[in-house]
């Protein structure tokens, strides 16, 4: 965890129907990142991460985003899911730690602790409010991110990035605290390490192909 602090974490992924969502487009990205200077990478799903773990010595970030119709909770959801992600060479599990109905009957606090003791891996939790990072931080969770700040029913209405979450975070929580989301140019990296956060991740402004060019290409149609 120490080699992350104060450092770029790039998350490598790509939309399910993109041609860059394949093990060798996704560990090529990684690479590129690690080799420009990134501290680690965050990655989904365990074939990716596998092929990412070939490539790169860096820490990686895991997850497994799983839609379940009963529940709004996607990322790593379940412990059979954080126990793939970490037999794919992940060293850090990312899980959706908000307050939502989760699948299935495993709480939370179950889900870390099980994380902790039958994985030996140290947990990210995926939050949106500061109730929630509160929450989350008191099942155990070693890290805490706004990742889902903007994203889930209670915050739909803001926009990332969540600085203001950030700096609430940084100021209740006795965890290192985890800048993702929205992050879009190098000055909100540096803004956000401003602000206390422990690390800073940024996917779409540095990886995500797939809607950047859509975006500019919505404007040159336009």
């Known amino acids: 965890m120490d080699e992350l602090k104060g450092g770029l974490i790039v998350s490598c992924q790509a939309p399910v129907e993109s041609p860059l969502h394949s093990p060798v487009v996704i560990a090529a990205m990684a690479k590129a990142a690690i080799n420009q200077g990134a501290a680690g990478v965050r990655i989904d799903t365990p074939a990716h991460i596998e092929a990412v773990r070939a490539q790169v010595n860096a820490p990686i970030i895991g997850l497994w985003k799983q839609v ?8 790593t959801p379940q412990f059979v899911h954080a126990e793939a992600v970490a037999a794919a060479g992940a060293d850090i599990i990312a899980i959706d730690a908000t307050d939502r109905p989760r699948p299935g009957d495993e709480s939370l606090a179950r889900l870390i602790a099980r994380i902790h003791a039958e994985l030996g891996k140290p947990v990210m939790a995926d939050v949106d409010t500061l109730e929630n990072a509160i929450a989350a931080a008191g099942c155990g969770a070693d890290w805490v991110g706004t990742t889902l700040y903007g994203y889930t029913a209670a915050t739909r ?10 700096h609430q975070m940084g100021e209740k929580l006795a965890v290192p605290v985890i800048c993702e989301g929205g992050i879009s140019s190098p000055e909100q990296v540096r803004q956000a390490l401003d602000l206390g956060a422990y690390a800073v991740v940024v996917g779409t402004a540095i990886t995500g192909i797939d809607i950047l060019v859509n975006r500019y290409v919505q404007q040159v149609s336009g």
């Not at 379940?68 to 990322?75: H, K, R």
């Not at 209405?157 to 950030?166: A, I, M, Q, R, T």
């Open 157 to 166: 209405h803001l926009s990332p990035p969540g600085f203001d979450l950030l």
């Open 68 to 75: 379940f119709p009963e529940s709004e909770v996607y990322i």
